[in-house]
């Protein structure tokens, strides 16, 4: 049995250092494209001898990805901080009180996650011209927390369920402390490893929203990342050491990010996953 047991193991760890390795090239064949002068057509495979840093500095003022950066900062930034807030205040009613109202708004939610966000594009589009929200950071901050609302909710509601006990809550409750009290001094400090795998998932489709953004954002002054980069590349589509560098400097944010909160990230996903 111990036999068997290794022998899976080494398999196991031998699929995985494949995958690792497959998902890891592309990111090589960027960084070796981003380092190399204009005048090293060697094979992407092999890595310079020369680093051109120029090509970073070059792709950060070419492309404004400064100010894109910092658009795109913000909208990231008070759209996840909403998100945590209403999405956890929201959750701890429909996980703690089983009425038939919250178990309708709960399985609403759900069913609002199956919906193609572009299924409301053009009315969408029509309110957010008729209310004069257009090329504004609230405009791409309310979509996203109203994308992304559902799935909070959700994560929350069964991270809620099946990992903090009512009996915190209820001795809390004997000691006269109210419902707010409970939530913000007792719950919600236990939700940081769910908060944490929101902060990934939401961070990351917020960061790199195109299909949104490219209709609401169109001027110059308020694009975020990745239009910023669509016109980039199509202006510089033979100028590939550019595009790579350009690349590789919007994804370290939330390459940083994912580093950082990673340690929570399975294990909140997995808890907010189940008994929802």
Same mark, same amino acid.
């Given at each position: ?82 998100? =945590? ?67 909070? =909710? ?41 908060? $944490? ?58 390459? =940083? ?13 997995? $808890? ?5």
């Amino acid at each position: 049995m111990d036999y068997i047991s290794s022998k899976r193991k080494i398999t196991l760890s031998t699929f995985a250092l494949i995958f690792a390795v497959l998902h890891f090239l592309p990111f090589y064949i960027l960084i070796t494209t981003a380092l190399k002068t204009k005048s090293d057509f060697s094979s992407k495979w092999v890595f310079p001898t020369e680093f051109s840093w120029s090509n970073f500095t070059e792709a950060w003022q070419v492309a404004n990805l400064g100010n894109a950066l910092l658009n795109t900062g913000i909208i990231t930034f008070f759209a996840a901080i909403s998100l =945590i807030v209403i999405g956890s205040l929201a959750a701890y009613p429909l996980a703690r009180r089983q009425t038939k109202l919250n178990r309708f708004m709960f399985m609403f939610f759900i069913a609002i996650m199956v919906v193609p966000p572009l299924a409301a594009l053009v009315p969408l589009y029509q309110l957010v011209v008729n209310i004069g929200l257009m090329n504004t950071h609230e405009v791409a901050i309310f979509n996203n927390v109203a994308s992304y609302l559902p799935l909070t =909710i959700f994560l929350y509601a069964g991270f809620i369920r099946s990992t903090i006990p009512k009996s915190l809550e209820e001795a809390a409750r004997i000691d006269g402390a109210g419902t707010f009290r409970i939530f913000f001094q007792i719950v919600f400090p236990l939700l940081k490893p769910v908060t $944490a795998s929101i902060l990934i998932i939401a961070c990351v489709y917020i960061w790199n929203d195109y299909q949104f953004a490219i209709f609401f954002l169109q001027d110059e002054t308020v694009q975020t990342m990745t239009v910023a980069l669509s016109r980039f590349f199509g202006e510089n589509a033979n100028n590939i050491n550019l595009v790579a560098a350009a690349a590789i400097i919007a994804t370290l944010p939330m390459a =940083i990010l994912f580093l950082l909160l990673q340690k929570h990230f399975v294990k909140g996903l997995a $808890a907010g996953s189940v008994k929802g």
